[in-house]
């Protein structure tokens, strides 16, 4: 049987202050699979969510590795640019560190700048191959360290506030 529950993401007070008025943080969760997205307003199913929301990241737990997996990040083409990317993986970075069974965070950059100063890359994250591997792992403290840095030139300059 599958468990699904969604609602506002526990424990972001600090970060959904940093959305303009009327959005929040919500996630999905169907077992170890989430998704966490921006919005104005909760949706029942990922479908809604994937096309209705600002940005989402879809990742899942695995307890057995230890580990994030970060499967997706995406944002509505008009709010790219604005540091959707670094605010969706410091939410990442917060919930792994908030954890305490999940020792790291992996992905696959398939990004088009892979290789070439991904988002990834600028929060601490690092290739596990040479290119054009896309096989990555991240220390969750890194990207909450970094990301917040390079996330601070986009306050104020746009979508956060």
Same mark, same amino acid.
């Given at each position: 049987?599958?468990?699904? +529950? *969604?609602?506002?993401? %526990?424990? *972001?007070?600090?970060? +959904?202050?940093?959305?303009? !008025? ?16 921006? =919005?104005?307003?909760?949706? %029942?199913? @990922?479908?809604? @969510?994937? $096309?209705? *929301? ?15 997996? @970060? ?7 008009? $709010? ?10 410091? /939410? /990442?970075?917060?919930?792994?560190? *908030? !954890? ?10 398939? =990004? +088009?700048?892979?290789? !070439?100063? =991904? ?8 290739? @596990?191959?040479? %290119?054009?591997?896309?096989?990555? $792992? ?24």
């Amino acid at each position: 049987m599958q468990v699904v +529950t *969604s609602g506002l993401l %526990p424990g *972001s007070d600090d970060f +959904t202050r940093m959305l303009p !008025d009327n959005y929040n943080l919500f996630f999905y969760r169907i077992d170890n699979q989430f998704i966490i997205y921006i =919005s104005k307003f909760e949706y %029942p199913n @990922i479908s809604i @969510i994937t $096309e209705n *929301s600002i940005a989402y990241a879809m990742f899942a737990l695995n307890y057995d590795d230890q580990e994030l997996i @970060i499967q997706f990040i995406h944002s509505k083409e008009k $709010e790219r640019g604005k540091g959707i990317g670094y605010y969706l993986m410091l /939410i /990442i970075g917060h919930i792994a560190k *908030s !954890d305490i069974n999940i020792k790291k965070i992996t992905l696959d950059d398939d =990004s +088009t700048k892979a290789h !070439d100063g =991904s988002v990834y890359k600028k929060v601490g994250c690092n290739y @596990i191959n040479e %290119p054009p591997y896309p096989e990555m $792992e991240c220390n969750p403290l890194v990207i909450l360290e970094r990301g917040m840095k390079n996330f601070k030139k986009y306050k104020g300059k746009g979508f956060f506030i």
